[in-house]
């Protein structure tokens, strides 16, 4: 069964910046591209970020770009976001995922999925 776990989430004032974790186990690190996705309340769950194992090629969501980065180091199995420049509009829960098949940017592409944390940006 392969895990991730998400951590570093929590309540912060709109311009501020939050550093999202996932922990991913050997096997799901090494093996798949990484994604995190978000789900507001009574909103799909959308696409944020992704990141490629080998080449650490990212791609982002127009939303937040220029204002999130994602990065990964291989040593620790772990992603990480960093999010910059919070606005109200990045409230939601954020999950991280491993990319099994098909396109990054869809959620049936990613197989595995962590728990969740919630980000929430006061204005």
């Known amino acids: 069964q392969e895990q991730m776990v998400e951590s570093g989430g929590g309540l912060v004032q709109a311009g501020d910046s939050l550093r999202l974790s996932c922990a991913a186990s050997t096997r799901t690190f090494s093996s798949y591209a990484m994604g995190w996705f978000r789900q507001a309340p009574g909103k799909e769950r959308d696409f944020v970020a992704a990141i490629t194992y080998s080449a650490g090629i990212t791609y982002y969501s127009d939303s937040v770009k220029g204002r999130f980065t994602l990065s990964r180091d291989n040593a620790k199995n772990t992603v990480y976001l960093q999010m910059n420049s919070l606005k109200p509009d990045d409230t939601a829960i954020y999950y991280c995922?491993?990319?099994?098949?098909?396109?990054?940017?869809?959620?049936?592409?990613?197989?595995?999925w962590g728990q969740g944390t919630q980000v929430t940006v006061s204005s």
């Open positions: 995922a491993a990319l099994t098949s098909g396109s990054i940017y869809r959620t049936n592409s990613y197989r595995y």
